[in-house]
């Protein structure tokens, strides 16, 4: 084989290579079929190779494909801001193009600080995350960051922010049982505050449903209405990551519309251009931009490529494409679907402790044993199989070792029919009974 002078995520791995995708499949060189059940890194939301989407690729490359943000502005940015101000929920009006979810979510911190200086406070520089969580891989976003693995060669780069636990009820951070905890996860948000001292706090940023750092980790009810209280009496703005959870992952365009709960600023990314160029975006409520307008009117973030008119014109036929084929309802019904049927495979086999999620973002947890929950490295093993016998799944066993389990995402795109779901768990219960065969030989 030729040498290969690409850097890959494991430099010595063999990886195989990729030659077209059509809806939920992709087929590498040697014609092996796999089905997407991961959307890519939950992104290829509204599946591969759609005619729509590759017309508006063409139609706006015709047009112009750059501008810089400075010298122009362009009627596809200009019209999917709108989209977007329409779309989510509140007074959430305000769009800030960039090109990935780390640059969304450390937009957002700097947009968190900047709100506050702009009213002359200059000490609310911090931002509260949770332990087991992941908002990116840039040094900024990277500090909010719960994820072990990535965080640990860069820990003297990064900010101290401080830390609470996450809402993981299967593992009661604090091993109570909901109700009865009276939600201490959320509490434990207060106490932070006020030991940190809320002069010093700008904002807390939380995944709706916690993604690729806990494996689809559902909050209990209350949860975020008790979050944003919070917030409120202590003068803390809440920002929520939905780079992997928004448009439409979870059933709603916002997953944190399932608990009706209005953020102040949300990050947004992968599913917004569903893989088709790299775009992301940070909104901004009406509330947090008021000072900045009234203020410096600046926003001091950007990138060379933020609202560049090739990936805004393709962001805005995806998210035309999911209205007019109402995937947002569709996936809310697969969802549904998808996780009845993995709940009843879960219990064919001893290692799966925990099914769960909501729409189609859906975690499966590994354990040694059900009853005692001990957490078991399995997920690479799984993962291996599943993409021997075709079907592609999510790592996300990424906290830190014994707080969570070893788990999985299975987040399909939206337009996945009933027909492929049932295929999709044929593969992974071929999958899983040569992982169970392995462990027990
Ligand atoms: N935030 C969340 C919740 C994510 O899941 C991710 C990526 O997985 C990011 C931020 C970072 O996005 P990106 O990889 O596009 O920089």
């Known amino acids: ?35 997407d059940g991961s959307s890519g890194a939950v992104t290829a939301s509204i599946g591969h190779g759609v005619p729509e989407i590759i017309k508006a690729i063409n139609d706006q490359a015709n047009k112009v494909s750059f501008v810089y943000r400075s010298q122009f502005t362009s009627e596809p940015a200009e019209r999917l801001a709108k989209k977007l101000s329409e779309l989510t929920p509140g007074d959430l009006h305000w769009s800030f193009f960039v090109n990935s979810g780390s640059e969304a979510t450390e937009t957002a911190m700097k947009i968190a600080i900047q709100y506050w200086q ?47 636990s996450a809402p993981y009820c299967y593992r009661c951070p604090f091993k109570l049982t909901y109700p009865s905890c009276d939600l201490l996860c959320a509490s434990e948000l207060e106490k932070t505050i006020q030991r940190m001292g809320k002069q010093t706090i700008a904002a807390f940023i939380a995944e709706p449903i916690i993604g690729a750092a806990g494996g689809a980790i559902v909050p209990p009810e209350g949860y975020y209405q008790e979050i944003k209280e919070i917030c409120e009496r202590n003068d803390i703005l809440f920002i ?35 893989g088709y160029t790299p775009m992301a975006a940070t909104i901004v409520s009406d509330r947090v931009m008021e000072p900045i307008l009234q203020g ?26 999911i209205e007019k084929l109402q995937l947002i309802d569709r996936g809310h019904m697969m969802g549904n679907y998808l996780l009845h049927k993995l709940a009843t495979l879960a219990n064919e086999f001893s290692f799966i402790g925990d099914v ?8 499966i947890e590994f354990v040694y044993d059900k009853e005692k929950k001990i957490p078991i490295k399995l997920a690479t093993v799984v993962i ?52 169970e065969a392995s462990l027990h030989p």
């Not at 769960?356 to 975690?363: H, W």
């Not at 079907?391 to 027909?419: C, H, M, N, Q, R």
Request: proline share 4%; net charge neutral.
């Open 356 to 363: 769960r999620g909501k729409g189609l973002l859906i975690g």
């Open 118 to 164: 702009e009213q002359g406070i200059f000490t609310k520089n911090k931002i509260i995350s949770r332990f087991i969580s992941y908002h990116g891989i840039t040094l900024g976003a990277l500090s909010m960051s719960g994820h072990v693995g990535r965080r640990e060669r860069f820990i003297p780069l990064l900010e101290e922010f401080p830390s609470v």
């Open 240 to 274: 929520a990551d939905e780079v992997m959870t928004g448009i439409g992952r979870t059933g709603k365009m916002l997953a944190i519309e399932h608990w009706n709960v209005q953020p102040d600023i949300v990050a947004l990314g992968k599913g917004m251009s569903a």
């Open 1 to 35: 084989m030729e040498r290969s002078y690409l850097i890959k995520p494991i430099l010595d791995a063999v990886y195989p290579t990729i030659d077209y995708g059509k809806g939920v499949y992709l087929y590498d060189k040697n014609q092996k079929d796999y089905i």
């Open 384 to 435: 291996q199989k599943a993409m021997e016998h075709g079907l592609l799944v999510y790592p996300s066993s990424a906290g830190e070792e014994g707080i969570t389990g070893d788990a999985i995402l299975i987040s399909p795109p939206l337009v996945i029919t009933k027909e492929e779901v049932d295929e999709l768990v044929t593969r992974l219960k071929r999958a899983l009974v040569e992982v």
């Open 296 to 321: 410096s009117k600046v926003i001091m973030s950007g990138h060379t490529y933020s609202a560049n008119p090739q990936s805004a014109a393709v962001s805005l036929a995806v998210l035309d494409y």
